[in-house]
């Protein structure tokens, strides 16, 4: 919990500027009792003082001292003494200043660069006196390691709890609630969703076909969307929560870092710990799919086979990529096609794409290629870049001339020539970009078929927007085509 108790900062003519930094690690009574009393300690202290006055307090309550990251109303004071706000910073001690002595020493020292010294009123220190800065740091060390002593004590006290059974750190599950003392009882409204989903998954829905049915149902997500992860539903296809069983320790602490416990530390499951959503079986069963699922995911993707169109088709209309589907169910239509990612995922509702099919698509893009060989791309800027270019071989001639005729020295015409010669490579350059490579000749003979050093060689993106087509070749130049549906089967637009 973060308590903000004061920011407005009005440093009083004549009266030094200081601050107040508070901060409690835990929430319970104790604890906030102390952190009340520190503040008004503080407050009575420099509240009649003729040299002194309080501008700002921060307080951080709750929050451990292990890493300054989650302290926001330190970080706000370090920003504002940056600004120049106070002089003088008075805190409890040291571990209230922080517990973390690389941090620790990296704070105070660009605090005493901004000018602004740290005063700890119950260890005595200053740091304005620069004889005492050894001592800091020795006591900050106090601090890191009373604080890792600490969290040792938190982690066996948590072992201890778990080998009991108990558990304090259980955090919400879609399906439960769960009260003050960690007890998890069923949430009817969201239960019958955990059942329908184990359902459909027995029943041979994937997962991604599970999150259409949820959407279109509108049963909305724990997060209170419409559209659900695939990620959430496999969370819950594996979680042995919703059989009343309680696996603890998924997670452990390094540092300031928690991560997914894979072994490194001992887990405890505990069986019978609350009400189940689920029966035992049919838990069992969807393990056991997952794992059947999951053996025959491994086995498809051991050879990955890249065709030449994949990654160079995007949809026009919301900008994902197209994927190849093999279409077993059509008749009179080709097995083989493209089709937007969105649309494939999601449906229609979520992108209107088109698909097409594979021999469509490469009879259109071998038309787009053989007019491609047949046209110039001749844009605005390449043909100003061409007229200033035929300019600067007339007066190149001219230049000759004057030199043949003696009517200029070799250095003037030296000299006139290189200026040419530059002007000439930077109208080049122009052109080049506009154009691309191979600039003056394309290279690739018009084809009777379709091959794929077309799109290999020479395309570089295509881009499918209803039933219109935009090839980009290398050069940047664009071939635009049609193709309409009618009758079941695709087809090129001749109209």
């Known amino acids: 919990m973060k308590t903000v108790i004061t920011h407005e900062v009005e440093e009083i003519v004549g009266k030094i500027p200081i601050a107040i930094y508070l901060r409690v690690s835990s929430e319970k009574d104790e604890q906030r009792e102390s952190y009340h009393a520190q503040k008004g300690h503080y407050e009575a202290e420099f509240s009649d003082s003729p040299t002194h006055e309080i501008v700002a307090i921060y307080g951080d309550e709750g929050i451990s001292g292990r890493t300054q990251r989650k302290r926001d109303e330190f970080n706000l004071m370090m920003i504002d003494a940056r600004l120049g706000k106070f002089k003088t910073i008075y805190t409890k001690s040291l571990a209230r200043f922080g517990r973390n002595n690389e941090e620790t020493i990296t704070a105070l020292t660009k605090l005493k660069d901004w000018g602004v010294n740290v005063v700890f009123t119950t260890d005595g220190l200053d740091t304005k006196n620069l004889s005492q800065e050894l001592l800091i740091k020795i006591k900050s060390i106090l601090a890191e390691e009373e604080s890792n002593t600490i969290s040792v004590s938190v982690k066996d006290s948590y072992k201890r709890r778990f080998k009991q059974g108990i558990c304090n750190t259980i955090q919400q599950c879609y399906g439960y609630h769960i009260d003050d003392e960690y007890n998890l009882t069923i949430n009817e409204a969201e239960a019958v ?271 499918i927007k209803g039933y219109a087509i935009s090839v980009t070749f290398n050069n940047k130049q664009i071939i635009k085509a049609r193709y309409k549906y009618e009758h079941r089967r695709y087809c090129k637009d001749n109209d």
């Not at 969807?286 to 025959?296: I, L, S, V």
């Not at 004057?402 to 200026?419: M, P, R, W």
Request: proline residues 1%; hydrophobic residues 30%; glycine residues 8%.
């Open 193 to 463: 969703n955990v059942r329908l989903i184990f359902q459909l998954y027995l029943e041979g829905l994937g997962i991604v076909k599970i999150v259409h049915y949820l959407r279109d149902n509108g049963i909305t997500s724990p997060t209170g969307k419409a559209i659900w992860s695939k990620t959430t539903i496999d969370n819950i296809l594996k979680n042995e929560k919703y059989i009343g069983d309680l696996l603890l320790q998924k997670s452990y602490t390094k540092g300031t870092k928690t991560f997914v416990n894979k072994g490194e530390v001992k887990q405890y499951y505990v069986e019978g710990s609350h009400e189940p959503i689920i029966a035992c079986e049919t838990f069992e069963r969807a393990q056991a799919e997952r794992e059947r699922r999951r053996a025959m995911l491994k086995e498809n993707v051991t050879t990955t086979v890249r065709y030449e169109l994949s990654g160079r088709i995007s949809c026009g209309l919301c900008g994902k990529g197209f994927k190849r589907r093999v279409n077993h169910k059509v008749k009179n239509f080709s097995k083989v096609g493209w089709i937007c990612n969105t649309a494939n995922l999601h449906g229609v509702k979520s992108c209107r794409a088109n698909q097409i099919s594979d021999d469509l698509l490469k009879e259109i893009l071998l038309d787009c290629f053989d007019e491609y060989l047949a046209t110039q791309h001749i844009t605005p800027q390449v043909e100003t870049a061409k007229a200033q270019i035929a300019e600067l071989v007339g007066r190149e001639k001219n230049l000759r001339d004057l030199l043949d005729k003696g009517v200029i020295t070799y250095i003037q015409f030296s000299e006139e020539h290189n200026a040419l010669k530059a002007e000439y490579d930077r109208l080049d350059s122009i052109i080049e970009s506009e154009q691309g490579s191979g600039l003056y000749k394309k290279q690739g003979q018009p084809r009777t078929e379709y091959t794929e050093d077309i799109v290999d060689d020479h395309i570089e993106k295509i881009t």
